[in-house]
T-cell receptor
């Protein structure tokens, strides 16, 4: 079945470490997105990519980085510059703006 | 800039009662509108969407929503709540003139009492 796979489901990071969250889709969608979700704040856009080898910053890009070397993959790196990384991270993709997004099941990142 | 307002961060209904979750948007032209549902520790699932045509849109799990341009609203309803409807619901809007990124409301957590 087609879908989006996020891994790992749970991730623990020590202070000062960089960690990378994986997002893979087999839907042949061009656009991919990363959102951060905190209780009571809804979804906030971190980065998005409309095509391979191109991506744009969202509303809260500071402390994060991405790459889009393949259509299927859009990994997110949470760097040590992100001071409050504990959150639920969601990856999404879409073939077109009026299609709506397909979401992965999320990665919960906790700083220990 | 586009914005989405969901009235009520928490809504509680009894099983079998009407569910009404409110969503208002700000846009100078009719946007694309979406409702998503999220169960604990899971991703979001599309319930329904309005892009063009009929303003009453039916979705999965018995939910429907009506696009009212004059009120800039897209409220979500279900005639009879079920325990399994307990979840968080997000309204989202996409500007037709932009790259199409969805703007999400802050969510409404629905509780269903037996």
């Amino acid at each position: 079945d087609g879908g989006i796979t996020q891994s790992p489901k749970y991730l623990f990071r020590k202070e000062g470490q960089n960690v990378t969250l994986s997002c893979e889709q087999n839907l042949n969608h061009d656009a991919m997105y990363w959102y951060r979700q905190d209780p009571g704040q809804g979804l906030r856009l971190i980065y998005y990519s409309q095509i391979v080898n191109d991506f744009q910053k969202g509303d809260i890009a500071e402390g994060y980085s991405v790459s889009r070397e393949k259509k299927e993959s859009f990994p997110l790196t949470v760097t040590s510059a992100q001071k409050n990384p504990t959150a639920f991270y969601l990856c999404a993709s879409t073939p077109d703006r009026y299609w709506g997004y397909t979401f992965g099941s999320g990665t919960r990142l906790t700083v220990v | 800039a586009q914005s989405v307002t969901q009235l009520g961060s928490h809504v509680s209904v009894s099983e079998g009662a009407l569910v009404l979750l409110r969503c208002n948007y700000s846009s100078s032209v009719p946007p694309y509108l979406f409702w998503y549902v999220q169960y604990p520790n899971q991703g979001l699932q599309l319930l329904l969407k309005y892009t063009t045509g009929a303003t009453l849109v039916k979705g999965i799990n018995g939910f429907e929503a009506e696009f009212k341009k004059s009120e800039t609203s897209f409220h979500l309803t279900k005639p009879s709540a079920h325990m399994s409807d307990a979840a968080e619901y997000f309204c989202a809007v996409s500007d037709r003139g932009s790259q199409g990124n969805l703007i999400f409301g802050k969510g409404t957590k629905l509780s269903v009492k037996p």
